[in-house]
């Protein structure tokens, strides 16, 4: 017994030793290796802390996001150090890159990557659907050479199915019954954005899903994309989707979020930053039951975004809608992802306000790749104008958000 007790203060001794010797980011991979954090992800919101008579000890705060800087107003300077938030502004933070926050990859210009002609306006009275020589079914405009193929009629305002998929997992086999709750995601996924926001006469997508294991081998897959990115990233040059395991339920709510780019990608060209990452932040945070889905309006982001908006943080909505990537880079991940998630969520939370998120997208599919004028098309189509969307989204933010049923 006193042996036993030698070798495990020894045992516990070393940790201290290592844990202390170690900087923050090695502590959480630490967490991750012993099975306590899920992902490193996890560890940085969470951090470590025990409990030792009924005192406790944190180990390792979580990471907490930075300040926001005023957005289109020159830096503040620093408050002095007894200065409170209600009584001076923040400093303003170094800008995140996009390596940091959310870590999500941007594929290019889905006009400029050889997919230009209008999949959702196929004049085509055919398609021809054939197995290639990898199993998998695709669909085509024309016949194709040597393969037997079914020539399947369609009309202008009427798809041959909403999309195929592979699937492809490298470095790892995936958990039991994983690919199929991916199948169930996908499918929802172009459910909703196609036929819950009736996205009028679109064209089948062919999509390819890959899971990567470990941060090492999903950077030898995004190296040449020219992209900063630690969780996941897509290219619409092969309609390519590329997620790094993070476990079942974070891999799964970033490979939605990525596949409703390449959706949004196909059907519509080029989709305003804001839309486009709303929906795709609507879509991730989705719940998929056997007819019905839910997306969750998280109370502590809602409150987060209504202290940044009380408070001045917020670029004004006119400004936020026509912001391009590098905006969102000076303004911060952590701002703009959630600014543009509420936008949407706003306006689908109402029949009427959903109706005019589907005319916006049948407009965008109907000029995909030419151009328009989104701004002046909600100047004139939403009540009151852009200041009456500010109004009504002010009032949702200070006590009307629910989550979405579709």
Known sequence: MAAFVRITTLVLAICALVWALSTDEQRRRLLVQFGIAESVEEAERAGFSLIIAGRELELLAPRRPAPYPAPDLPPAPAPPAQASFATAPRAPPTPTPPSLGRGIGHGADPCAVGIARNPSRARASAVHRYVDADGRVVFADRAPTGVAAEQVQVSDEAG?????????????????????????????????????????????????????????????????????????????????????????????AVARHEIAHLALGNWLGRTPLWLNEGLAEVVERMRFQQSFAIADAPAHQVAELRRLARAGRLPALRTFLKSERADWERWGNDLAYPYAWSLVHFLLQEPARQQRVSGLLNALAAHRCRPFDHLAYLDRDYPGGLDGLHRDWRRWLDGEAAPLHF
Not at 240 to 245: E, G, M
């Open 160 to 252: 041959v199915g909403r999309f195929s998929a592979e699937y492809d997992f490298d470095g790892l086999t995936p958990p039991l019954g994983f690919q199929h709750q991916l199948e169930i995601d996908l499918d929802g996924v172009f459910h909703f954005l196609a036929d819950d926001l009736d996205l009028r006469g679109v064209e089948p997508v062919h999509l390819r899903l890959r899971i990567v294991a470990g941060t090492a081998r999903f950077a030898q897959h995004a190296r040449g994309t020219g992209l900063s990115t630690n969780s996941g990233f897509y290219t619409h040059r092969d309609n390519l989707a590329v997620v790094r395991w993070m476990g079942e339920h974070r891999t799964r």
